[in-house]
């Protein structure tokens, strides 16, 4: 499970706010069967730095934006308001499987074709193997964030 919190929180503060928003994805996703599994096999975290912190609509903060970009592209999520930070966004979570970060087993298309097996490979083809275009979103969404 992947999440997002503010860059300024410390690490206990951080890990706090991920707890509540993986209660909010269990409650809401509790029988999906890809939440079943990540419960029985994997428990995994990967917290990421979300940068700022801002739900005011002339300027929204760049969690926020993530936020609104997994609504905007039907990813199941969940997410978290601390009461005690004047009800601030303070974490994001979402589930995915390897294709979205294992670059070695599913490269990125530019990467692939220099791979002799996929040489031949479609940008179609690609796209099946990789999942669609959830996953494609999900290895931008991630790309390039570092470690909170």
């Known amino acids: ?55 005011d609509p002339n300027y929204f903060g760049s969690l926020n934006q993530i936020l609104i970009d997994l609504r905007s592209n039907k990813i199941k ?22 294709r979205v970060f294992d670059y070695e087993k599913y490269p990125d298309y530019e990467n692939l074709l220099n791979e002799e097996e996929f040489s031949n490979t479609n940008y179609d083809e690609w796209l099946e193997l990789m999942g669609g275009d959830e996953t494609l979103f999900l290895r931008e969404i991630i790309r390039g964030k570092r470690l909170a």
């Not at 706090?16 to 993986?22: F, L, P, T």
């Not at 999520?77 to 390897?98: M, Q």
């Open 77 to 98: 999520h969940g997410y978290f308001h601390e009461p005690d930070l004047n009800n601030a966004l303070t974490a994001v979570c979402f589930l995915c499987d390897e």
């Open 1 to 55: 499970m992947y999440f997002f919190v503010p860059y300024q929180l410390t690490g206990i503060q951080q890990g706090i706010q991920c707890g509540h928003a993986v209660e909010q994805y269990a409650h809401n996703y509790k029988d999906d069967p890809e939440y079943i599994e990540y419960v029985k096999y994997n428990r995994t975290w990967i917290v990421l730095n979300g940068g700022t912190t801002n739900s």
